[in-house]
């Protein structure tokens, strides 16, 4: 897809998007005026959030579409708002097969342009995103050629504003390549053909990526991972990824944790059928960090980020580890597994063990699809977080309002602890039925020892049972956005 930034005379658009807000129903054209205010005076148009009407002009004997988009009362935009209104732009142009579009950026107060250009170009990329490879009527992807500008969009501002749109080019196709790995089925995406897809991204993009096979892996003695990873054929692996982007500033790293169960069958603490279709999507975190390194590389951040994904597949064989077992970890902590279904946290502490110890970074990071409870708690819209310190918190919520990703903090108070304590071993490796979000997290939290922490839990986010204004059902490569502008804050 072509985006450029154009002065707002030179168009040769086959369509042009005109933005109002309701009760405000003017545009710089006199005949489109007319042609809402008549269509208002019917009932037809409001200019309401998401209403939308097309029709067609006559321009010097060259049929042209108008799209004419409500955003809603001018004092209530915000900028999901406006990624929301051009996924829609993006479904409409689409379904009118038209290829140069021009887009009238949003001319408001209440957002700055740079905001209103960045959230605009998000939800039209975003929303055409679709995953029918496996179709064998596939649709033919329209190639957009698409110019924003506007009146109030002067020729001085255009290079300046370029920069804001290819950053959000960017950070769209960067999600797009995290839905892809989690929309991708397990027997496609597996920790080998996870790990190669990674290193085929390093190449294009430019980081480092090192893969550990097995026997490394028992080396390293992650004990915890290897448990996870030994019912299944599929052979785990290590993938770690390194940026270095600020080399004068070495010792400041920062760690990215991903969950990556390319598969979660709950193994012998079996899921039922209802619970396992779409747990191809358990390498949510894994995608999420894949995502932000290539967001982080392409936007040449001047940070030093590092990310590790503990990549395996959680299934059930003679050789599978089982409810009641006591197992190590690369911490040296022993845990009793309770339950084979909460995997996930086994495969997270060796993986933050890993990056503590062995990649030096100053803090860490880590996301995962972890528990079912978050979407009780938060529902379907908001990533729950579980931290040991408030500043980093801080930061986290600045980059979440900058991403338009929700995310909210859970308690974490030391009577939660008490919950994980082992009655034979240290750790138990679940806390009971309450709380499950909590003390998932604090787990993770017994291992990450005084570094900065931040543990992001996205099973409620990560993937969509529903079709949304700029995403469809399934991978919604949610946290790549708020990694990347975390990693540019810090
Ligand atoms: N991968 C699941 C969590 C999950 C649930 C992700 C629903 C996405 C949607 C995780 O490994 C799991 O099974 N968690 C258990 C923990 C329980 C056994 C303490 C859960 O949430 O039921
Ligand atoms: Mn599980
Ligand atoms: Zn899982």
Redesign the pocket.
Known sequence: MKIAIKSFKCTDADVTIIPVFEGKLETPNEEITKTLTRLESRGQFKGEFLEVVNFTRNVENNLKDVIVIGIGKEEDVTKEKVRKIYGKVQKKANELKTKKVFIRAIDTNIISLEDIIKASVEGFVLASYKFDKYKSDKKENIEFEISIGGKHIGDDKINELEGYLQEAKSLAEATIIARDLVNEPSNVIYPETLAEKVETLGNEYGFEVQVFEKDQIEELGMKAFLEVARGSKKKPKLIVMRYFGDKENEDKRLGLVG?G?TY?S?GY?L?PND?MV??K??M?GAAAVIGTMVATVKNKLKKNVIAVVAACE?MISGDAYKPGDIIGSMAGKTIEVL?T????RLTLVDAVTYIIEKEKVSEVVDIA?????V?VALGATTTGVVTNNCEFYGDLDKASKISGEPVWMLPAFEEYKNLIKGEIADLK???GKHA?TVT?GLFIGEFVGDKPWLHLDI??T??ADAVGEYNIKGGTGTGVRTLYELAKIR
Request: no cysteine; glycine share 24%; aromatic share 4%.
């Open positions: 969950k169960l979660d709950g603490s899921k619970g779409t747990m999507s358990d949510g959680n339950n279904d909460a995997e996930g699809t972890l528990t079912g409870a979407l490796n679940i806390g499950g998932a099973a409620g990560a993937w």
